[in-house]
């Protein structure tokens, strides 16, 4: 049972501030853990949301500004879950004042922002990760160790995609508080930060470096009204789309797929790897399953197998239920956060750091250029 | 936000006492009720193991007898989670006490506790509800919506499996805190009791009363050692193996199998319902998502199709997270929660009821009583 | 190639008649064997659809009426694709004449006639088999190979279902060359005899002798048109439906469905076998595939795998195509013939043969009487 | 029934010889066609292995010099089976007979070849097919008519992928009859012109022109033995992998992997289709499904739905067995040769012909000089 308390500052109060309420709220009960998150403060600018917002998930207090929030001496941790453009002054503030420091998806607007961040957070020497929170997918953890424990060997190939079909109707707005995804001043990019961001963090830590790329980006619906005035259109400035094909440093070859207008996909965030002595396939609408085929089984039964990864053995499910009892979104928070605690317990440092979130923008930002001049693009 | 507490005292701290705890924890901050629960009390006799538990799940205190918890005044509802044949006693306690009644499955170790415990409920005019949970899937709850819009037409068949494979080793003992369901003197049955209860309640609530059984119960492996004492063996009485065919009053027939024998299966309950004009299937292990064949579709594009029930419109989903972002097992507890507070507080009652779960006690009996005499029996 | 022809004498050029022409055309290119069986004669009452079939399929010559096709000396086997009420007499004729006789399933409309037909072919010593096409579908004979193999362990569960869905409508008529299936007096039996006779021999192949069954039959559509006459209507007397309980010999639980009320299945002819250390799951509708389930596996990577059954290393899959390119439903046909020559050249005999065929009529029957009776039966 | 035979001489008794000699011998027994084609001559240099397969197949004669085979007077149509490099001199020499051609893919090893095949049977008139034969899958057809039917709206994306696994190990051989394939001479190129010619054919029959393709190919194994001389080596020289994005004429996106280094894929030839009404799913290693998402269901019960593409209202399967029963990889053959003389004999056209497989070998060539130059590249 946890003996220390860590106090959370989270600012943002959306979707994702959701996501990680709970996740600090559940934690304790499932994870053996020396730190117990404390849900100290959340701040945002407009109050009459965020009271509510609060109350209901049990944080002591709320402040309107997160500049105070950064400066209270009562919080140990500073949780970003505002929007994109708003990740890299809070992290540089937060780390001056020597506070841990979580920031969502993706790590900046820019390169260059985050190169700052890093830096932020090193000199500082705060803990610090970026919640890519798929990595934690039990299934997507037991690849990692398949991988690791040599079932797959060389590797050829690496595919993924990233399909969603929510912005296909030409009403979907732009701006508001959910819809900014859509706006390039305050998202930065478009399903190439929000989507494919998240598959090139997972190919990265499952398959190495990417050294170059080539990419194509589309805008199927080039105007959109705006949010909150409807009557007033606007241009849509981010990419609908974001393939792009990939060479890795181990010599294999990458496809990559990020879309909104993939109809009928909800949240089909897959990926396969084939290696020279087994494969494996993952898609998060059925994330407590990973498919498997291994070569080394005698030829006449070798099959592609799925694994329901819900058992004791598998990664963070002897924390959970029982076996055959699955765990879904919310959950991947909550081992996020339990890895994080862990990494700073054990001293063994918290992942995905600043540092290892650097890799995936700058090959998020490799992709947008190469799509721009047409051409391939090295990574860094 | 909730204006009202409701103090529940809960008796027991195994496995449902875990998944009963989160979903008193989390019911407030995902569905809008009236109704606030508060966790102020927990028995059990063992209290090493009961104090930490209360802990670690926020009990705001605890008790090492269940009368005394029945017994005090700040107690709203007793929620039991006690083993089987605990539940007689304690619910007809609570209801002379006028407490609420939340019951595990199944509801009595046999029809006759069973009849005892509607009626003490009933008498005392308490709300009571059993914990049939899997009604609670969204999945599940919208293929009763289907079926109320009358989407499958005349019912022919109705197909249930509830197969599992975690009692083929001979070397898994009787007895202890979590494998009392192998005793016949705690469980009273063996997965007539555990699975087919499921399967029994669903089918009840999908496609109406069965009105006669043919049953075939096994088995497999007749002895086992003793929980704390492995020398020890001893005969296994319950039924390992639970099969039967039914007559629903619908005029459709059924087939029901329960096992935990199923080599490679985990949580399989599954059901499929073929109708004149379409047909349903679901599978817990896939809990996310329900089959549908829609006979009325042009023909040439018919097929069965896979709903990914996550979205909005489905049940329960607005109060969780965005469209493609699975819940999972322990979610079907907080829903269940969520039905009985709404229920309460909109005075339409709190299912499943003790008398919904008698029907399904009834026939469970039935099938037992069949397979011991060989012969065909009517369900009361 | 083939040194040696073997004269083919048919009767019926119905459905049945048409997938054997088609296989004793394609035989010899696709399998090395010293026989080459040559479309001698097909016989039927009605010339005038008789005589473009035989043009259509090569058949040589024609025979209006079977007994003359019987008394042929040219003709060494006569294949029986005539509907069940004759195939008893034709047999007798057959064997008696010393001709090998191949018949279409079921074997016969009851036992008495099916006891008859055995002692005839014995008692002539000509070789004879029974057209339970359905085990020659690879991945069938691979479930076997793999049982032999011994993957599966002690076996506890065998799950069957047979499932259409083409008799829902109230329209579908009585009678005429292709709706005799549902007349009684020329079927014999409904879907048991159908559609069970199948999942009965599939059975008995894979998990050997039935025991004793319960079991439940059903008349949806009790009374229909009657083909060719529409006005007219007339009672169903045959068994839409065919559920039963079976216990094996080697101590497993069985179930066993055959219906052609259920919505959506085209021809779900599937089977599960739960063993200790194994399992295996087949559906009709993917033929391609055998899923199977390997306890033996290290624990985390356990799954249900599905083997593509169309490597050389499988069942009659070197004879086709090369891996990756399936088969159909028409090469079953091919592949029981090809065994069935085999059978005859390397005299290890011909499978499966009336003999075995004897065993599913019995077990078919046995079903009828127990849901007559409602009461268990033991098969012979 | 034909009343005009149609006498066919083939070149090559290969994989594809087998293939087309099983369609040509079958084709009249199932399609209603005014031709009939007659197994006249069949041609290759060997005459030691010719000889047994054409007495297997029932070829009339054989010629162990093409030019012979073409000058003779009574063939109406040359079959070329041939490797690669081949098609482009018989071609030439057939249509300067007036013979009809029917040509295996890829159509010639170059654009140079290509251009002046099509002028020549062009100039000469006479009929011509290539045989990319996955047209006639009934699934694929039926998504053409899918489309045709408007049921996808405006399109977004189209995603192909072709996978096999058979030369990841080092030790498979260069050359020899059936590896010429991974011989550049022989070939032409790799899995580009083997695998991603018949991505690209069905793409352009489904989603129409591609205008632009940026690509990138691959050599896994740079060297191997050579067939035949197992202690010599050789460079591979031809694509192992080939990989690209593309822009479509309707405005669409589209990404195409074709490899034989998917360890587990055996044919895992697949495309997707993203629309704004729906979307289309199909894998060629479940050739008798269609995976359709219809956006226009009520949006609670949408869901991607498997047509079971068995019914008479599918392309091709009335001609074939009833509905539940599938017909495999060699129908594909017989389709196509049945929709040859249906357009013969209908004078609406043969294809695909020569000039639209000229667009199929442009897109190749300009995916293999993107990949060679690393940039963009329009198609023509």
Redesign the interface.
């Known amino acids: 049972?946890a003996k220390k308390t860590l106090n959370v500052g989270m600012i943002g109060y959306g979707?994702m501030g959701r996501?990680h309420?709970?996740a600090y709220?559940?934690v304790?009960?499932f994870f053996d853990l020396d730190h117990a998150p404390v849900l100290k403060a959340v701040a945002a600018r407009n109050s009459d949301k965020l009271e509510?917002f609060a109350?209901?998930?049990g944080w002591e207090s709320t402040e309107t500004d997160w500049r105070r929030l950064v400066d209270r001496d009562d919080i140990d941790v500073i949780d970003i879950c505002s929007p994109n453009n708003t990740h890299h002054e809070i992290a540089l503030a937060a780390a001056s004042r020597g506070k841990m420091v979580l920031c969502e998806k993706p790590l900046a607007i820019d390169v260059d922002e985050a190169v700052e961040m890093v830096e932020a957070v090193e000199a500082a020497g705060v803990a610090n990760m970026v919640w890519f929170n798929y990595r934690r997918v039990p299934a997507i953890s037991?690849a990692r160790?398949?991988i690791d424990e040599g079932?797959l060997g060389r590797i050829?190939?690496y595919?993924s995609?990233y399909?969603?079909?929510?912005t296909?109707s030409e009403d979907v707005p732009l701006g508001g508080p959910t819809l900014w995804r859509l706006e390039k001043e305050v998202a930065g990019a478009g399903v190439s930060g929000d989507l494919a961001s998240h598959s090139i963090d997972t190919a990265i830590w499952l398959n190495g470096p990417i050294e170059s790329v080539?990419g194509?980006t589309?805008i199927?619906v080039k105007e959109r009204p705006v949010q909150g005035s409807p009557s007033e259109r606007k241009a849509v400035e981010i990419d609908d789309?974001c393939?792009?094909?990939a060479?890795f440093s181990n010599g294999s070859?990458g496809?990559f797929?990020a879309?909104r207008?993939?109809?009928?996909?909800?949240?089909k965030n897959s990926f396969?790897v084939?290696?020279?002595?087994?494969?494996l396939y993952f898609d998060?609408?059925?994330?407590h399953q990973?498919?498997?085929?291994?070569?080394d089984d005698p030829?006449?039964?070798?099959?592609?197998?799925?694994?329901?990864v819900?058992?004791f053995?598998?990664p963070y499910m002897k924390n959970?239920?029982?076996?055959?009892?699955?765990?879904?979104?919310?959950?991947t928070f909550i081992n996020a956060l339990a890895d994080f605690l862990k990494g700073l317990e054990s001293g063994e440092g918290t992942h995905p750091s600043f540092r290892e979130a650097l890799a995936t923008q700058k090959t998020q930002e490799a992709v947008l250029d190469s799509a721009r001049n047409?051409?391939?693009m090295t990574v860094d």
Chains 1, 2, 3, 4 share one sequence.
């Open positions: 049972m979707f996501a309420s709970n709220r559940k304790s009960q509510p109350r209901n998930w037991l160790q398949m079932r050829f190939h595919r995609t399909l969603q079909d929510w296909i080539s194509m589309e199927f789309v393939t792009f094909m060479r070859n496809t797929e879309t207008y993939a109809r009928g996909r909800k949240n396969e084939n290696g020279e002595k087994g494969s998060l609408e059925n994330m990973l498919q498997y085929f291994n070569h030829s006449h039964i070798q099959g592609w197998r799925t694994i329901m819900t058992a053995e598998h959970w239920w029982v076996p055959g009892c699955v765990i879904g979104y919310e959950h047409s051409e391939w």
